[in-house]
């Protein structure tokens, strides 16, 4: 039998086999130019792809909006970095949820435009 594998959303009692996105919206605590992005859009692939995490990041107007795919246990080891990260604030998860298949399966992490993550997560406003 699986075992519960989340810390941070008991309340839907994953189990290690499922699949979750997790999407959250935040404010940058600094200024960010397209270099800056591209680098930090780098670096996140890098980590992600260690992970088994896919998914997408969009910034605009000073807020980021990211949608994180993968098991819950990577899932929420990648959230924890995300909470701690000094570049941006007022971090606010908006759920995580059981898919059956990830949405972004190419991309450990790419950077997309306001449009396409909002249609992907109408919640995200950026």
């Not at 260690?50 to 819950?72: A, C, H, W």
């Not at 990260?85 to 059981?98: E, Q, W």
Request: aromatic share 8%.
């Amino acid at each position: 039998m699986p075992k519960p594998a989340t810390k941070y959303f008991p309340e839907e009692n994953y189990t290690e086999l499922d699949l979750v996105s997790l999407s959250y919206v935040s404010d940058a605590t600094e200024e960010f130019g397209i270099l800056a992005l591209m680098q930090l859009v780098d670096k996140a692939s890098r980590r992600n792809k260690s992970l088994n995490v896919t998914g997408v990041l969009s910034f605009d107007n000073g807020r980021f909006g990211q949608i994180i795919e993968g098991k819950p246990k990577d899932v929420e080891l990648l959230w924890e970095s995300i909470q701690r990260d000094p570049r941006h604030t007022n971090v606010v998860s908006l759920g995580m949820k059981r898919i059956n298949s990830r949405r972004f399966a190419n991309w450990s992490m790419r950077l997309c435009g306001r449009e396409e993550i909002t249609s992907a997560n109408p919640d995200i406003k950026l």
